[in-house]
């Protein structure tokens, strides 16, 4: 009966004591604030649809984009284009700061003011 109870266990200690030593190691795979800003910039205007052929489409599309996504709040990086893209809540000075990222990222001049 003990054997038959520790061939049972071993698996699920074993798991354990991995799932235990590998929680202190840092993840690898996880991306830094300015690399998932830069991802979710990229996955935007991927999003950009072939009929917006003039600056003024595109930065209609980017506008719209942030208006659609966005939701007005105070918290977190309520300031920044982190917050406004990736947390989707954001201020004024949020919003402004994406829109000027995403207008950066494809080449139409813009400065935040």
């Known amino acids: 009966m003990k054997k038959s109870l520790l061939r049972i266990l071993r698996p699920i200690l ?3 004591v991995c799932a235990v030593l590998l929680s202190n190691v ?8 300015e690399e998932q800003l ?3 910039i990229r996955q ?3 999003g950009i649809p072939a009929s917006a052929d003039t600056d003024v489409k595109v ?3 980017l506008h719209d984009y942030i208006v659609q996504n ?3 709040q105070m918290v977190g990086d309520h300031q920044t284009a982190y917050g406004a893209l990736i947390e989707d809540k ?4 949020g919003y402004g700061r ?6 950066q990222a494809v080449g139409i001049p813009c400065l935040y003011v």
């Open 14 to 16: 074993l798991i354990l």
């Open 26 to 33: 840092p993840n690898v795979f996880a991306q830094t604030r």
């Open 38 to 40: 830069e991802a979710k």
């Open 44 to 46: 935007i205007v991927a």
């Open 59 to 61: 930065a209609l599309y």
């Open 70 to 72: 966005v939701e007005y």
């Open 90 to 93: 954001s201020v004024c000075a």
């Open 98 to 103: 994406a829109y000027q990222a995403l207008l």
